[in-house]
């Protein structure tokens, strides 16, 4: 059974950077994706980005592209989201999501973080001044 625990979010002013962690863990090898998504009071669930620990190749959405970026510490078993230049619009409660690619689920360039079965409980981001 694979559990996420994400940590890392609060309140941070537009302009500023907050580093999330997802520690991971029941994960028997590097078949997996691990990926995030948000959602934003009243919206629905937007990608985030997403990693494949098989190669650490990465996806992005384009609302994030070049402010976030995402990473692994094979190590301590545990996947970052560092986010920075943030925005109001980045307002959300992040949740860390993975899966088994051997499932089928993929880092997908469209969905990033989207379509994975296991979530954590989520952190809040709130940016505002």
């Known amino acids: 059974q694979l559990q996420l625990v994400e940590s890392g979010g609060g309140l941070v002013q537009p302009g500023g950077s907050l580093r999330l962690s997802c520690a991971a863990s029941g994960f028997t090898d590097d078949y997996y994706v691990i990926g995030w998504f948000r959602r934003a009071p009243g919206k629905g669930r937007e990608g985030v980005s997403c990693i494949s620990l098989t190669d650490g190749s990465t996806r992005y959405a384009d609302s994030v592209k070049g402010r976030i970026t995402i990473s692994r510490d094979k190590a301590k078993k545990t996947v970052y989201l560092q986010m920075n230049s943030l925005k109001v619009e980045d307002t959300a409660v992040y949740y860390c999501?993975?899966?088994?690619?051997?499932?089928?689920?993929?880092?997908?360039?469209?969905?990033?973080?989207?379509?994975?079965?296991?979530w954590g409980q989520g952190t809040e981001v709130i940016v505002s001044s």
């Open positions: 999501a993975a899966d088994d690619l051997r499932t089928g689920a993929r880092c997908s360039s469209a969905r990033p973080g989207l379509d994975l079965g296991y």
